[in-house]
Structures are given as C-alpha cells and as structure tokens.
C-alpha cells in the first residue's frame, strides 16, 4: 500500500524545502500541505502538480506496486 502523503512529505524535507515553499508552488494554503501529508490517496491532478514542483514521479510509487504481492500464496497465483 502507498502512502503518497508520507512520500510526499519525504521527499519535501530530503529536497531541503518547506510546506510553504510547495504550497506557492502548487497555488494552495500552506495548512492544505499539512492535510495532503496526512493523506493516504490523492487526487491525481493534484499529484501531477506535486510531481511538476518536485520534479519526482510519485505515479511510480503506485505503478510499482501494481505487481507486488500482499501474501505469498498471492505471488505464486501470478
């Protein structure tokens, strides 16, 4: 399971940079930063302009996962 708002929040501090700063980036109340890290799914638009400002993938975190396994049994179905 991804939880984009925890990579997001991540990959913001690893990039040396504020909640503030991504806010203006993506045109949003700095307070909204906080709830995004809170999220565990997002809107894929708003994901797009976290991306762009961030110049990161976050899609790929859900494209990798797309073929992991929950369960062993799972893995062996594949």
């Known amino acids: 399971m991804v939880n984009i708002g ?4 991540d990959e913001l501090r690893n990039q040396e940079r504020t909640p503030t700063w991504l806010a203006r980036k993506i045109n949003c109340e700095r307070s909204n930063i906080y709830y995004i890290f809170r999220q565990t799914s997002i809107n894929t638009e708003l994901l797009l302009l976290i991306s ?3 110049s ?3 899609f790929k975190y859900y494209s990798d996962s797309l073929y992991e396994c929950e369960t ?3 893995c062996k179905n594949n």
């Not at 925890?6 to 929040?9: H, V």
């Open 72 to 74: 062993e049994e799972e």
């Open 52 to 54: 762009r400002a961030l």
């Open 56 to 58: 990161i993938d976050f």
């Open 6 to 9: 925890k990579l997001i929040e």
